[in-house]
């Protein structure tokens, strides 16, 4: 009944910025939080940056500073603003919606950073 759709992933140069939007539709009503994930070939699928439903933000210690969580209610809409972007920063990025105990989750959108 959710389904979450990304997008804004690119390739961009070190120190640059990229915005990743997740736009829901569906049976939305309740949602607990909204987090981005990245993950790399090999790699365990990493938490970056959560909101709570109060608005609460949470961040990972490699990303604090730098990128940004935010939602708009009324566009069900939730975004990631990446800025001074890192080569280690290049993965798949997900965005994930929890709704009574429920996950859901974006196709994932690929972030490069390159020089």
């Known amino acids: 009944q959710v389904q979450l759709v990304e997008s804004g992933g690119g390739s961009v140069q070190p120190g640059g910025s990229l915005r990743l939007s997740c736009a829901a539709s569906g049976s939305i009503f309740s949602v607990n939080f909204i987090g981005w994930h990245r993950q790399t070939p090999g790699n365990q699928r990493e938490l970056v940056a959560a909101i709570s439903r109060d608005g609460a933000t949470n961040y990972a210690d490699s990303v604090k500073g730098r990128f940004t969580i935010s939602r708009d209610n009324a566009k069900s809409t939730a975004y990631l603003q990446m800025n001074s972007l890192k080569p280690e920063d290049t993965a798949v990025y997900y965005c994930?919606?929890?709704?009574?105990?429920?996950?859901?989750w974006g196709q994932g959108t690929q972030v490069t950073v390159s020089s």
């Open positions: 994930q919606l929890n709704q009574w105990g429920l996950n859901y």
